[in-house]
């Protein structure tokens, strides 16, 4: 109330934060419930086959497998915290992984131009996304959906019946594809240098900062001045790039290129974002935060074959901890905002 | 940024207009405002003021006339280029970042940065602290933006005004919403910015406000100017006169009503750490205004009588029967009416139309065999729209895109559709201006007059002393006196409200 009561002790200048606050804050922190989800998950697996952890394939494939979708789910959540989505990325990967295929099929260009004209590729599909978000102004959920079918689509008729082999692709991508380096594989080592660069420039540079508060309130953002347009174009080229990246490494590992590559991943992507703690409508959460959110969702659904849980249901869990973990932020967020408030009131 | 001597004119407006299609919403506006001063720009609602504070920040671009800041012709394309030449707005309800911290709302788009373009946090934290400490207001410049009160937003928009150094802040309508202590805080914090030479424009409806802050005065209306004057050459009357170009005699129209028995009965309405013990009662024909200060728990306790919110104890009945708890429906059926307090958000559907949104409580009513005929919709609309006056060329406008006094009448417009035995108004004339006011109260008066009960919460207290019959008072969720008119002064009820007589709550 308004009326002067002696100030509360919460309503004295606060002071900067002591070292005790910030491992607070740490533990707090929405990622470390996620970490410490994927701990348990491979914990309970392990307990029942070591060799889920304790064997060669088996800490092989706890990096390897979520690598592709580390990357995705960086550039997913880069776009999601815009307050867009970019349902695209599994047919850009697609799309991107044949062009490079192709590439390989028919010029004698070298191995390391023909990647980053894939990445580049992946740019440009992105920009196209990007462009019909911003300057149509029509819901990126509509623009991805249609360009989700219209580059499958590309590639279908591209491809035809035909497919890319390992035979086709150079022996040193492939072997790339399987290499170690420091007992972790040299693809897990790529996502990783993404997520840190995602990381940084999302959580340390002014463009990053402006993404999330074009996607916390967009009207607000035209009151600061911010580049909207700018940013929403160069969001989704981030994503598009990451795609045609995440292509590329999918020729790396698989060699083998089908129409079907990468059909259905971008839910995948959308999910390891949504886990992780991004928030569906934009302004919060982070890319690490996505990256331990495909960990996850990549663990569980190696680690339930092992506790015997019948194919089929093994999407109904993934499913289940996309809802959990939706719900789960809506109630803590909601009880932050009523915290919030009830200090408010306090004072 | 050294600020020039004061009284250098700092912002300099003169004949700008503008057009959105057919609709003038400035037609000559001019406005010149000197450093080291704060000049109030008054005028009622649709008179031009935020389409002129719009052109200033750079939201829109004029059609015509001319724009000039520190004797330099201007044409900003962004509110970027506004803010980068010294121009803050501060706006009544501040649009902030609710997911970002205190400290980034403040710095963002401008960081400061160290090398590779990383944001140097510690610098921008230490700033942060420095601006609060400046302005002696104790906010955690790490917690979110999300949860601050009206006034703490607005104090965050100050800090980033003065951290831009601007040198002409815009005040629209910066103490609409704002309690007693807030706006003298924000009157204190405006008075130490004109005090370092900043140029400051102020738009308020609240002239005792403008009174005591501001030292010049200009008065437009019909999207034109008026007058400016040295604020101590001028008088309220004066002002007003010029506001509505009429005399405001009428502004509280009262006319004397048969009062008749009973129709609301509140007794013993609790619900813990709201309100406790309320007893009310509204007769036929009666304007009941309920007195007290922001947050006293006045729009709780008739948000629980009509069902909106739960309460623990007591009854509410209507014409003798019990309204049932958290059943709006049921309300709505036994009589009752609630004009809520935020119009935009509880009031209308801002993307429907004014026929949408007119005819909403009363669907099912105007619906044959479960269809809904347009045709029914629209006459319903078009009796009330012209009834109480809502000034559109069209009832197919959307809600949003109407001037609040006239959202207002769409709101006013939907209840009475429902043909009500209760009619409860939480401020019904907030942030409209005083023609549509004196509209609004002659509207109430008149439906008393044909025998409704009003329940009428207001925070103005010449409108609760103009309009009411009796005045029932608040203080902490506790009423505290109930007055006749004629006992119902501005001191007993002030008295009452801030319960400084008698420990006894």
Redesign the interface.
Known sequence: ???ATPTAPT????P??TTGDRVRKLLQARETGIVLAFLAVLAVTTAINPSFLFSKDGWRDLFLTPSILVVLAVGQAIVIITRNVDLSVGSILGLVAYATGRMFVDTGLPILVVLLLGVLFGVVLGLINGALVAFAKVPALVITLGTLYVYRGVMMSWAGSDRINASDIPSGLLSFGTSSILWIPSLAWISFIVLAIGA?LMG????G??M??I???P????????KKTKRTLVAFAASGGLAGLAGVLYVARYGTISSGAGLGIEFEAVGAAVIGGV?IFG??GTVLGAAVGAYLLMTINRGLPILGIQDFWQRAVVGLLIIVAIVLDKVLKDR??K???A??DAE | MATAAPGTVALELRDVSKTFGQVVALSSGSLTVTTGSIHALVGENGAGKSTMVKIIAGLYRPDGGTYALFGEAVDFRTTAEAKDAGIAVIYQEPTLFPDLSVTENIFMGRQPRGRLGRIDRKAMDTEARALFARLGVPIDPERPADGLSIADQQIIEIAKAISLDARVLIMDEPTAALSGVEVERLMTIARALRDEGRALVFISHRFDEVFSLCDTITVMRDGAYVSTDRIADVTVDDIVRRLVGRDVDDLYPKQEAEIGEVVLEISGLTRAGLFHDVDLQVRRGEIVGLAGLVGAGRSEIVQAAFGVDPYDAGTVKVNGKKVPPNDPAAAIRLGIALVPEDRRKHGLVLDSTITRNITMAIRRRLSRAGLLSSGAEVTTARDWASRLEVKTTTLDTLAGTLSGGNQQKVVLAKWLSTRPDVLIVDEPTRGIDVGTKAEVHRLLSELAGEGMAVLMISSELPEVLGMADRVVVVHEGRITAELNREDATPEAVMYAATNTQGASA
């Open positions: 109330m308004s009326t309503t004295a200048p606060p900067p934060p940084y340390r540079t002014r463009g900062r402006e999330y508060a996607g916390s309130d009207d607000a953002a035209t009151l600061y001045g911010l928030a302004g919060s932050q905002h915290k919030l408030l200090e408010r």
